[in-house]
């Protein structure tokens, strides 16, 4: 496990807002992407009959439909261990394969940081 502390201030950012919005809402997974001019979005899990997506997907979908034409990171609370492959293509299907994707447990610890590629 990797403490926080070794991340820059703005990774330390989205790591925390994730965090927030999967406690905030009481969901399986809180995400959140920053786009190429800083901006930040942030999303929990979304599980509607209708509509399944992981909160990654549903933070990335925000960043699109906000304007976002880039994302430079993009943070994964969950108890997870892993990020599904669909996670990493949504963000790499608007960041491209370099960006990066760090992975943390509910108590906002980082597990990992892979790319997106």
């Known amino acids: 496990m990797t403490d926080t502390t070794e991340l820059d201030a703005e990774d330390r950012k989205i790591v925390t807002l994730a965090r927030s919005a999967r406690a905030r809402n009481g969901v399986p997974e809180g995400a959140a992407v920053r786009d190429e001019t800083g901006r930040t979005y942030v ?5 509607l009959e209708s509509l399944k997506l992981s909160a990654l997907q549903t933070a990335v979908a925000m960043a699109v439909a906000s304007g976002a034409g880039s994302l430079e990171a993009a943070a994964v609370v969950s108890a997870a261990g892993t990020l599904s492959d669909d996670d990493r293509a ?3 299907d608007l960041g491209g394969p370099d960006t990066p994707v760090l992975l943390a447990g509910p108590d906002g610890t980082l597990r990992g940081r892979v790319t997106a590629g």
């Open 43 to 47: 999303a929990g899990t979304v599980a």
């Open 90 to 92: 949504a963000v790499r």
